[in-house]
């Protein structure tokens, strides 16, 4: 038998992740004149609208309004209000917590690499790449632990040097929980970094911080060598670009691709949430 009742559009956010998101999000603004227009849409699933542009890298304009996420430019306005209030890096803040606190954070070696995109309208934090005949791209510089799981992203222009933001990635790491009543935690034991960050410079860096480098030597050490501990941070940036709307980016303005990168990597990194009891 054919029936006409519309087709549920799939979950794409767990109720783990909503509940840390949830106590994050700002209060909407007060009525004007006791007018609140229209009713406002649920964040959770205007939440659901973002992630799926996200993932399939549709345009916010064309996305369907029979999915039930309202408008692609509520969406839009949303996603930009949440990262005004800083919701995004509370949120990955909040979820590394939670891993940290569940056992579930290696911090005995990190690994830091970065990619490039063809930023395909131009706009903030792209630069002429090198490798692509000098198109403007945007390049995602990724720090990941152990197991892989991204505890810090950085954008920048495609022509900007790795090594330049090995610090912002350090520095700009949140403390994060871990078990028991130990401080938190923000470095790890090692750092694996491939022959791009090889200098003086990022060598004295990390043994102020107390990090032991593990650099690839130019015209020392082998890529062979090399691939024993790095290969997992070149599996979370297969992850990263696995989200359509960042592998290509269309979005110009610097708020907008830095909420959607922190977004994605919170949201690689709530795969490995255990439910709570």
């Known amino acids: 038998m054919v029936t006409d009742a519309p087709v549920q559009p799939r ?3 767990t109720d783990e992740l909503w509940e840390l998101l949830e106590p994050l999000i700002p ?17 959770r699933s205007v939440l659901e609208g973002i992630v799926f542009v996200l993932s399939t890298g549709i345009g916010w304009a064309r996305l369907p309004a029979e999915l039930g996420y309202g408008s692609g430019w509520t969406c839009w306005r949303r996603l930009r209000q949440w990262q005004d209030a800083g919701v995004w890096d509370d949120l990955h803040a909040a979820v590394l917590d939670r891993l940290g606190q569940q056992g579930l954070l290696d911090w005995s070696r990190a690994s830091a690499d970065s990619v490039s995109v063809r930023a395909k309208k131009g706009g903030a934090l792209t630069g002429p790449n090198p490798t692509d005949r000098a198109k403007l791209g945007t390049k995602y510089h990724l ?5 892989g799981l991204p505890l810090n992203v950085v954008l920048c222009g495609a022509n900007r ?14 403390a994060v929980k871990g078990t028991g009543r130990g401080r938190p935690r923000r470095r790890p034991a090692k750092l694996h970094t491939d022959k791009g ?3 003086r410079r990022v060598r004295i860096y990390l043994r102020r911080r107390g990090i032991a480098a593990r650099i690839a030597r130019i015209g020392i050490d ?6 024993r501990h790095r290969w997992v941070v070149e599996r979370t940036i297969g992850w990263l670009l696995s989200y359509k709307r960042l592998a290509l980016r269309y979005d110009r303005t610097a708020a907008t691709i830095t909420a959607l990168a922190r977004l994605a990597v919170t949201l690689i990194c709530a795969r490995r949430l255990r439910p709570t009891d």
Do not use: C, K, M, W
């Not at 909407?28 to 229209?38: D, I």
């Not at 090594?163 to 520095?171: I, V, Y």
């Open 27 to 43: 209060p909407p603004p007060p009525a004007v004149h006791g007018r609140t227009g229209r009713p406002r849409h649920e964040d």
């Open 143 to 147: 720090l990941v632990a152990a197991d």
């Open 11 to 13: 979950q794409l956010i």
């Open 222 to 227: 082998s890529s062979q060598r090399l691939g």
């Open 197 to 199: 960050y090889d200098n």
């Open 161 to 174: 040097h790795d090594s330049l933001f090995l610090a912002p990635l350090l520095d700009g790491q949140r």
